[in-house]
């Protein structure tokens, strides 16, 4: 199977920055699409960002919200993508998920969630 796991979360004061990382692991063959989601409290979980591997290019787009803000980035060699959010909004304050397409080394080819980090943004 394969697992993801994010880091970086934390509290950040209006204006701020933060960089989230999520690491995927385990048995893969190959990772198509990378996405951040974020799931505010009482709301439902939104995408956020996208990024595809195109082998050596990669694809990204963003929800219109945070476009010029947030950069969605990743390092095929460590199978990790990367969220760097600048001036950053108390309405950007959420849960953020980590997901990825990947294939595993038996040829299954599945969804996977990692277990997401809080940001909180305030003064």
């Known amino acids: 199977q394969v697992q993801l796991v994010e880091s970086g979360g934390g509290l950040v004061q209006p204006g701020g920055s933060l960089r989230l990382s999520c690491a995927a692991s385990g048995s893969i063959f190959s990772i198509n699409v990378m996405r951040w989601y974020r799931q505010a409290p009482g709301k439902q979980r939104d995408l956020v960002a996208v990024?595809?591997?195109?082998?050596?290019?990669?694809?990204?787009d963003y929800v219109d919200s945070v476009k010029g803000r947030f950069t969605i980035s990743r390092d095929n060699a460590k199978n990790t993508v990367y969220l760097q959010m600048n001036s950053l909004k108390p309405e950007d304050t959420a849960v953020y998920y980590c997901?990825?397409?990947?294939?595993?080394?038996?040829?299954?080819?599945?969804?996977?969630w990692g277990q997401g980090t809080q940001v909180t943004v305030s003064s």
């Open positions: 997901n990825a397409d990947a294939t595993t080394n038996w040829g299954h080819r599945g969804e996977y």
């Open positions: 990024i595809s591997s195109g082998g050596s290019t990669n694809y990204a």
